[in-house]
């Protein structure tokens, strides 16, 4: 009777402890802009470094699943880290500085076995709770409403692993990291070997991916188009000529064009 009487004790006491770690991320997540002192404090009180860099996860899952879920993401950031239920999906804040990571962390998908097991996780950060949540709470839950519609459910993403999809969630696009991810090894080729690789897939893209009308536009030999494509190929890696993947880089093309063109 004693040990069910402790036992019953402890369960009633981790459950006021969680509530009250669910309610403080709650007044985060409500405030709009920077928090109030006393909510500052009150996350401290919880073991929050509230001036340290921090990560916001939005998972999407069957509300059957939510509690389990609950338990699990609350031991990833031991007594710095807090869990709260939201619209319909489970918030976490965790101290660090790596979205992806945190989030693949979590994120599941389902089984034949099992249908229900999937886990969607949107991450945004770092950034500071001292400074307000609301823009990342903004941002993790486009980026969990964007891998859904993607038909990507049971995975994990941040704004900047979506893509193109990627661009429309963040406060603040990060467009040249965008341009960098996709063209990065041709543009660094370009630069380091004096070539006209760029140059070449605008042509190639611009004639309707022919290479043969490329090479016309740009006054080379057939063969100099079809060259530089296998090296082009070999920089982006398999797969870059695959519909989804051409979109991103056309769209990187122009992307980069219009900076360019900004920059002269």
């Given at each position: 009777?004693?040990?069910?009487?402790?036992?019953?004790?402890?369960?009633?006491?981790?459950?006021?402890?969680?509530?009250?770690?669910?309610?403080?991320?709650?007044?985060?997540?409500?405030?709009?802009?920077?928090?109030?002192?006393?909510?500052?404090?009150?996350?401290?009180?919880?073991?929050?470094?509230?001036?340290?860099?921090?990560?916001?996860?939005?998972?999407?899952?069957?509300?059957?699943?939510?509690?389990?879920?609950?338990?699990?993401?609350?031991?990833?950031?031991?007594?710095?880290?807090?869990?709260?239920?939201?619209?319909?999906?489970?918030?976490?804040?965790?101290?660090?500085?790596?979205?992806?990571?945190?989030?693949?962390?979590?994120?599941?998908?389902?089984?034949?076995?099992?249908?229900?097991?999937?886990?969607?996780?949107?991450?945004?950060?770092?950034?500071?709770?001292?400074?307000?949540?609301?823009?990342?709470?903004?941002?993790?839950?486009?980026?969990?409403e964007a891998l859904l519609a993607l038909d990507r459910a049971g995975e994990s993403a941040a704004?900047?692993?979506?893509?193109?999809?990627?661009?429309?969630?963040?406060?603040?696009?990060?467009?040249?990291?965008?341009?960098?991810?996709?063209?990065?090894?041709?543009?660094?080729?370009?630069?380091?070997?004096?070539?006209?690789?760029?140059?070449?897939?605008?042509?190639?893209?611009?004639?309707?991916?022919?290479?043969?009308?490329?090479?016309?536009?740009?006054?080379?030999?057939?063969?100099?188009?079809?060259?530089?494509?296998?090296?082009?190929?070999?920089?982006?890696?398999?797969?870059?000529?695959?519909?989804?993947r051409s979109l991103e880089v056309q769209l990187a093309l122009r992307l980069h064009r219009l900076d360019a063109s900004g920059r002269q």
């Amino acid at each position: 009777m004693v040990t069910a009487l402790v036992l019953l004790s402890t369960q009633r006491a981790d459950e006021a402890d969680r509530l009250d770690r669910a309610d403080g991320l709650a007044e985060l997540l409500g405030a709009a802009g920077p928090p109030r002192p006393a909510t500052l404090a009150r996350l401290a009180a919880l073991g929050v470094s509230v001036h340290r860099p921090h990560l916001l996860l939005v998972c999407r899952s069957h509300p059957a699943r939510r509690r389990a879920l609950a338990r699990e993401a609350a031991t990833l950031g031991g007594r710095s880290g807090l869990v709260a239920e939201r619209e319909g999906a489970l918030v976490v804040l965790l101290p660090g500085d790596d979205p992806a990571a945190a989030g693949a962390r979590l994120a599941r998908p389902s089984s034949e076995q099992d249908s229900d097991a999937g886990v969607t996780v949107g991450a945004a950060g770092p950034f500071r709770p001292a400074d307000g949540a609301d823009a990342a709470l903004w941002e993790a839950r486009r980026a969990a409403e964007a891998l859904l519609a993607l038909d990507r459910a049971g995975e994990s993403a941040a704004a900047a692993g979506l893509g193109f999809a990627g661009l429309l969630l963040g406060d603040r696009p990060d467009v040249a990291g965008y341009v960098d991810g996709i063209l990065g090894p041709v543009a660094e080729h370009d630069e380091r070997r004096g070539s006209d690789l760029l140059h070449t897939l605008e042509a190639y893209y611009a004639t309707g991916a022919s290479p043969t009308r490329a090479a016309a536009r740009l006054h080379v030999h057939v063969n100099t188009v079809a060259q530089r494509l296998e090296r082009i190929g070999t920089l982006l890696g398999p797969g870059w000529q695959d519909p989804e993947r051409s979109l991103e880089v056309q769209l990187a093309l122009r992307l980069h064009r219009l900076d360019a063109s900004g920059r002269q």
